[in-house]
């Protein structure tokens, strides 16, 4: 979910359906990333911007980003969050292995530094 023009504070949100063309994007590079999942997300929209899957910006424009620019975290966890349930509650998804196996270790890492 970003702005359909991928535009900073422009746009309404879309979701791009699901197509196999996105898998090229979409990599599991973020589980040995140093940078957080944000910028993960920062750097997919700027291959789909420079493979024209969004548009290209024109003069001074600013591109969407997910990221908080420092250490590269969600922004805006909130809407982000806000955004992923609802698009829970309505789309048919299923979890992959690999963020299975992530939900356990952010499960876990809750678990144990809760008391």
């Known amino acids: 979910m970003c702005p359909d023009n991928g535009l900073a504070k422009q746009g309404n949100k879309k979701k791009l359906d699901y197509s196999d063309d996105y898998e090229k994007y979409f990599t599991d590079s973020y589980q040995t990333s140093t940078k ?3 910028k ?3 750097n997919v929209l700027s ?4 493979d024209g899957v969004i548009p290209k910006l024109e003069n ?3 591109s969407f980003t997910f990221s908080n620019g420092k250490q ?3 922004k805006s966890k909130t809407g982000f969050c806000r955004d ?3 698009l829970m509650q309505s789309e048919s998804w ?6 299975t196996e992530l939900c356990e270790s ?6 144990a530094n809760n008391y």
Not at 47 to 50: A, S
Not at 106 to 111: A, E, M, N, R, Y
């Open 36 to 38: 957080g999942v944000g």
């Open 40 to 42: 993960y997300f920062d």
């Open 47 to 50: 291959k789909m911007r420079k």
């Open 60 to 62: 001074n424009e600013k």
């Open 72 to 74: 590269g975290t969600i």
């Open 84 to 86: 992923i349930v609802e």
């Open 94 to 99: 299923k979890l992959t292995p690999s963020a």
């Open 106 to 111: 952010i499960f876990q890492h809750i678990k």
